[in-house]
């Protein structure tokens, strides 16, 4: 029995994730599409469901139930478990995840090199997917997707040390502790870390503006394009499921993880009676537009919705109505921390989908240049910034404010340099003085 | 990104004085025949209100009075001999390949003799600023003993003006290609090539354009019928009887 | 109990594989079969409380260096090849090569059957925390070593971006 | 299969390749080849070393049709050869069938039909606009695009009853008068679309990424260009300033005041330049032209059966995508004897070889996208 | 933890697999890799015994055959890219002569 008992509330855990994950994901597609639907004056998804609120399952059972294709040459067996690759890699780099300080599968004591390494080997996924499926759009869609890919970890790698100096630690829950320690959450105290890592995650994502390797307009659908039906759902899920985990270690460390905002400053208690507010708001529209839907049924779910969210306000104003010292109390912590953590990750989620709508385009190798001449030197400038701060502040006793600023500052001023002198170095045409030789 | 839209225009008030002797007047009928044989403009198709274009009108106050349109009955127009500076320069030096010049409904038409096109063809670039060839297509008359009129449409930026040259080809003859002339004229014959089958001396890529390139016949000749095609590329490449 | 299990469960996955890699005929499969080996011996690496080892054979081995593998063969996979005949004809040399290290291996074994399975590993409980002691030892003990492996990466890398590189 | 689809044919220079050399095929179904349009590219890496198109996909004869309808039956055919600006395309032809006739169109109708065909070019270079972002990445100017592209439909809509495909003139003049609120429809979509621009340009203009996509992409100097047959804003933007509203004016445009847009390098940013510079220019003239429309009959004295006098006219417009030539021959029965249509896609496609080669895949999606090319229209 | 006699077994069937894998394939890049599984062998011994004695040494002097690997594979695969340009083949048995 002993040997049993520490397995049960992890494999509780990773049953609960990856049974939500799926789900998860469809809404954050459905998310997305109102959100672009807004932002480009249109309505998006509105006929499953109201507001279309059952368009994500609607699209899981088409997908499920769709004709299973493999291309006549493809490679069966390596076809078959690409996506398997990408969707176990994405997973399981949740494992290290603290979604609050209760809501953890595994504290490792190298939680963020896990969740790096493992996530990492999505990237086998996407190049077999690619070449099995033996079409030129493919694999030069899994070529770009790994290029890439290396690029830009090895930045979001470095971008991570910035925060680790301050932290000590690599355990997922030790850096939030960190930063509940000093009540600085890191994004404050490395801001350019955290830009570097916005930008590179969003590129190891292959999100837009760096999303070549499925940049529709020229590689039609990049390393996805033969696949069709429950395997590229799986590709769907692992791409969305890896935004979910850049957005949770961005989260973790630079945005205090499960920390309420001035979790430390009595002043701001106040912040804690914001989750069921905004969730009984939420259900107080819901409400409000249930009489409006043109169908019964959507009526009904619409109420429905209206008492998950009820239920969600329970939850979230028991701990705080709940006398101290109580077991309701006590798990007042691992509740708002899910919240809190939740929200920041739909936030940093938000940012990319914001992004996606605004931006074109980067070309390849402009996208390579940006991350090999301008992220990778800022980002190596950047540990380089923050040890020299640490070192003045921790060594020779500054106090730490000037030392970090000096530590940023220069860090910038380095920005600023490679900004400049980038500039010069853009080729249009590439390889222009070959242009003579190649033509026929 | 704007520019001084008057720029551009000196040839037409510049035109407009020379043809002075010419249907200036709006009322008479801008078709004519034989109106123009002594200007300099024979592929001017501007109305015949150029001359007040030619001054901006004021905004709000358009210069062109609302009055009755031109009066369509005076006399058909049709083609009509034609001798100006441009065609006698032509004459004088290609003698013997310029073999009419016509001007139908204001606009010059050279009939030129195949063999020589391409020498026309780069003088009119050269010396004539003929520097855009607009388009070049064919004319099949089947029951002519040359039946296609090889057509090429070009215009002058520095003159402002159209010219049209004809060659009259016969089927099976082949005709020198333009495409050292004008690049463009690399789609241009692929096309004339792949509707009429006229071929084309010194292309670098003769071949069709638009149709399959196993396709036999020739569409736009007057002996292919309209519901006609090639049943058997069709049903090999298609998979079914009849492309209709 | 649940240790031994990991250990056996692993080593099974690591020989298997490492049979594929040599045997398939298909050099992408024999990299995916050679991922597969090297993420089970990750995973007796984590078994052996070598973490910080564990996270590097992921990052560097399976993540780093098999996508460079599996580039190259995309890189250079040509139809014909798989056509080819993929094996030489060595199996006698590989099999008397194979039978001489079974016998040697069956002697040592023989040799000091007692000591193989009785000596006690250390106890856990006993083991430092792992990542700390690992930089401890390379920037302390092991410095020189440690700047003469980023010498020999710097090495290696500019020669492989002169041999890669297409027009000198 | 391979059988099945071995149309194309081969082609010695793709076939004989160097040793890093593939060829990739794009096309005919591919998202952004703006409709079946087939591009096979030599590629040495991501490098674009040569390109061949292969059209055709969509061709229906509509020279050949012409020759077996009589002149009023063809007019609605064209609409469907550039079915983005079929206006424009209609106008051309309306044009070349009258002065091959011998006829013209009373003022109020060439009135009318320059504000429709002017509107025409700014829904087709909306249409061009939000396309050419959305090949490049940037997904949102599509449906501002689109936005204002459907009330010009929806005033095409109000006077024809069609939104598309309009067969909105007819020889000698218009079928139907303009219904009342023409003007006020106009002005009121013409008020506020220079504010539209400008929210175009504020997403686009100044983004870093989007110059970057741009700029010293797809080269074609004035030279090249002219030797190229090609027209329009293409041309435009390498620095020709030539139009023919202004060379040799039609319709009714000789009355209005509008300026030519250039640019100076002639890049894709500089098209991109001009066609915006041009959508305001056109909202110029729609101002200017809904100011006053000239009373009077909207028909010219044309019969019900048109039989023109044997001889040819070329006659061409300045469509949204270039020189529209209609070249008729009639030899006087009520049929023409041969119609040939100058599309100006087919030229500015054709040099798409020489504008992507040195580039980048990702480039010939930019410039495929900036030639502003309709497939219905090259293959016609 | 499990003795000690079967990570050894496991390290020699593994250095097995590696020099039948060398020995036979023709293919370069197979060749490579039976050779990473010969490390791969190696540190499954040194982190054994590292265990056993309790000290993280012997996973220093994995980590270092590790850089080793990742050196060998960038070079070597190099290499097999410049010979492929020139030869278009990767079999061991054709690389025959020193200089073409």
Not at chain 1, 342 to 360: D, E, G, H, Q, S
Not at chain 1, 410 to 429: D, I, S
Request: glycine share 8%; with cysteine.
């Amino acid at each position: 029995m002993n040997v049993i008992m520490p397995y049960v509330l992890p494999v509780l855990f990773a049953l609960v994730i990856v049974a939500l994950l799926p789900l998860l994901a469809g809404y954050i597609v459905l998310v997305e599409r109102k959100v672009m639907a807004d932002m480009q004056v249109r309505l998006g998804p509105m006929r499953v469901g109201p507001h279309g609120l059952l368009q994500p399952i609607a699209d899981a059972v088409k997908l499920l139930l769709k004709e299973d294709i493999i291309p006549e040459n493809a490679d069966r067996l390596v076809f078959w478990g690409a996506p398997l690759i990408s969707v176990t890699a994405a997973m399981l780099a949740l494992a290290a995840l603290p979604i609050g300080p209760f809501f953890q599968i595994a504290d490792l004591n190298i939680g963020l090199l896990f969740i790096l390494g493992v996530s990492s080997l999505g990237i086998f996924g996407i190049v077999l997917g690619g070449w099995a499926s033996n079409s030129h759009y493919s694999l030069l869609g899994a070529l770009r997707s790994a290029a890439q890919l290396v690029s830009y970890e090895t930045s979001a790698g470095l971008a991570i040390v910035g925060a680790l100096l301050l932290a000590g630690t690599l355990s997922t829950r030790g850096i939030v502790q960190a930063q509940s320690a000093t009540g600085w959450w890191f994004i404050f105290v490395a801001p350019v870390g955290f830009f570097i890592y916005l930008v590179a995650s969003i590129a190891e994502t292959n999100r837009a503006p760096f999303d070549m390797p499925e940049a529709e307009s020229e590689l039609v659908a990049g390393y996805m394009t033969e696949y069709s039906g429950f395997r590229w759902a799986l590709y769907f899920l692992a791409e969305y499921t890896n935004m979910i985990v850049v957005a949770s270690i961005a989260t973790t460390l630079f945005l205090g993880g499960w920390l309420r905002p001035f979790a430390n400053t009595p002043l701001f208690n106040f912040l804690d009676y914001l989750p069921p507010l905004l969730m009984l708001g939420v259900a107080g529209y819901c409400f409000w537009r249930a009489p409006k839907q043109p169908v019964a049924v959507q009526k009904m779910f619409m109420v429905a919705v209206g008492l998950l969210c009820i239920a969600l306000t329970l939850a979230l104003a028991m701990p705080l109505a709940a006398p101290a010292g109580s077991l309701l109390a006590s798990s007042k912590a691992g509740i708002h921390g899910a919240f809190w953590f939740l929200f920041k990750v739909a936030a940093y989620i938000y940012v990319f989908m914001w992004l996606r709508f605004t931006f074109p385009r980067y070309r390849f190798d402009q996208l390579m240049r940006l991350g090999w001449q301008f992220l990778v030197p800022l980002s190596i400038v950047n540990v380089m910034g923050m040890g020299l701060g640490l070192a003045l502040h921790r060594q020779l006793n500054w106090p730490a404010a000037p030392a970090l600023i000096l530590g940023i500052v220069l860090t910038l001023a380095a920005g600023a340099y490679l900004l400049a002198t980038g500039e010069k170095h853009e080729h249009p045409r590439v390889g222009e003085e070959e242009e003579t030789s190649v033509d026929a | 990104m704007t520019n001084d839209s008057e720029e551009k225009q000196p040839p037409r008030p510049a035109e407009a004085e020379k043809s002075a002797g010419t249907p200036a007047a709006p009322s008479a009928s801008p078709f004519a025949p034989g109106g123009t044989p002594s200007s300099e403009a024979p592929a001017k198709p501007v109305a015949p209100s150029a001359a007040a274009a030619a001054i901006p009108p004021k905004p709000g106050a358009p210069a062109k009075p609302p009055g009755p349109p031109p009066p369509p009955k005076e006399a058909p127009p049709k083609p009509a001999p034609l001798d100006n500076d441009l065609v006698r320069r032509y004459k004088t030096r290609f003698s013997g390949a310029i073999q009419e010049a016509l001007l139908d409904r204001r606009q010059a038409i050279l009939v030129i003799a195949a063999d020589r096109l391409l020498e026309i063809a780069r003088y009119s670039r050269d010396e004539e600023d003929f520097n855009l060839l607009v388009d070049l297509t064919a004319v099949d008359w089947p029951k002519r003993e040359k039946r296609f009129d090889l057509v090429l449409n070009l215009y002058s930026f520095p003159k402002n003006e159209r010219l049209r040259i004809k060659a009259l080809v016969a089927e099976n003859e082949p005709v020198p290609s333009v495409e050292s002339v004008w690049p463009t004229a690399n789609w241009l014959e692929r096309e004339a090539f792949d509707m009429f089958g006229i071929v084309f001396e010194g292309h670098s890529n003769l071949k069709r354009l638009l149709l399959p390139e196993e396709w036999q016949g020739y569409p736009l000749r007057k002996d292919y019928d309209i519901l006609q095609q090639d049943e058997a590329w069709v049903r090999e490449n298609l998979g079914i009887d009849s492309g209709q | 109990m649940l240790d031994q299990g990991v250990f056996y469960f692993f080593a099974a996955l690591a020989i298997l594989s490492a049979i594929l890699v040599v045997t398939r005929r298909n050099a992408v499969q024999s990299a995916i079969f050679l991922v597969t080996a090297l993420l089970a011996t990750a995973g007796i690496f984590l078994n052996l409380n070598a973490e910080f080892l564990f996270i590097v054979q992921v990052i560097l081995y399976a993540g780093g260096i098999m996508v460079l593998f599996v580039f190259v063969i995309m890189l250079v996979n040509l139809d014909v090849a798989l056509h080819q005949v993929q094996f030489n004809r060595q199996w006698f040399v590989a099999l008397i090569v194979s039978a001489v290290l079974a016998a040697q291996v069956a002697a040592a074994i023989a040799v000091s059957r007692r000591t193989l399975y009785t000596v006690p590993a250390a106890p856990a409980e006993s083991l430092e925390p792992n990542t700390e002691r690992v930089a401890f030892y390379l920037f302390h003990n092991y410095m020189l070593p440690f700047e003469i492996a980023s010498i020999l990466l710097l090495v290696a890398m500019v020669g492989a971006v002169v041999m890669a590189k297409k027009r000198v | 299969m391979a059988e099945r689809y071995k149309t194309a044919g081969t082609n010695v220079e793709t076939t004989v390749l160097g040793a890093d050399e593939i060829i990739l095929n794009m096309g005919p179904q591919h998202p952004s080849t703006h409709g079946v349009l087939r591009v096979k590219l030599r590629l040495d890496g991501e490098k674009v070393v040569g390109s061949e198109c292969v059209i055709g996909y969509l061709h229906r004869g509509v020279e050949k049709i012409a020759e077996h309808r009589n002149y009023q039956q063809f007019a609605p055919y064209v609409d469907r050869m550039d079915y983005v600006a079929a206006v424009s395309n209609g106008l051309g032809y309306c044009e070349a069938v009258e002065k091959l006739l011998g006829v013209e169109a009373p003022p109020r109708a060439r009135v009318i039909r320059t504000i429709l065909t002017e509107l025409q070019r700014i829904a087709s270079h909306l249409f061009w606009l939000g396309t050419h972002a959305l090949d490049i990445g940037a997904l949102t100017p599509l449906f501002y695009c689109l936005r204002e592209r459907e009330e010009i439909l929806k005033i095409f809509e109000k006077y024809c009853g069609a939104r598309l495909t309009t067969h909105a003139f007819r020889i000698g003049g218009m079928q139907y008068e303009a219904y009342d609120e023409l003007e006020k429809d106009v002005e009121r979509f013409c008020k506020d679309f220079d504010k539209r621009v400008d929210e175009y340009e504020a997403l686009l203009t100044e983004n870093r990424i989007w110059v970057g996509r741009t700029k010293g992409i797809g080269v074609l100097t004035a030279d090249a260009a002219i030797a190229m047959g090609v027209t329009g804003p293409v041309l435009r933007a390498s620095g020709v300033q030539w139009d023919i509203r202004k060379a040799m004016p039609y319709a009714a445009y000789d009355q209005y005041e509008f300026s030519i847009p250039t640019g100076k390098s002639g890049d894709t940013y500089d098209r991109y330049l001009v066609r915006l510079e041009e959508m305001r220019q056109s909202r110029k003239i729609c101002l200017q032209a809904i100011e006053k429309i000239p009373a009077g009959p909207i028909l010219g004295k044309v019969g019900k059966v048109l039989k023109p006098p044997p001889g040819e006219i070329y006659h061409s417009i300045e469509g949204p995508k270039g020189e529209l030539g209609y070249y008729i021959v009639s030899d006087g029965t009520t049929q023409p004897y041969r119609v040939r249509i100058r599309p100006p896609s087919l030229m500015n496609l054709e040099a798409l070889d020489q504008m992507i080669r040195g580039h980048l895949v990702a480039d010939v999606v930019a410039v495929i996208g900036t030639l502003d090319i309709v497939l219905g229209e090259v293959d016609r | 933890m499990v003795p000690i006699g079967h990570y050894i077994f496991l390290s020699v069937a593994l250095l097995a697999i590696g020099i039948v894998g060398i020995v036979t394939r023709r293919n370069v890049i197979i060749i490579l890799m039976s050779i990473e599984l010969i490390l791969n062998a190696v540190n499954i011994n040194l982190v054994a015994f590292s265990r056993l004695v309790g000290s993280v040494e012997g996973q220093i002097f994995a980590i270092f055959i590790i850089t080793d690997a990742a050196a060998e594979a960038a070079v070597g695969l190099g290499i097999i890219i410049a010979f492929f340009r020139n030869r278009e083949t990767v079999l061991a048995d054709e690389m025959d002569i020193l200089k073409w």
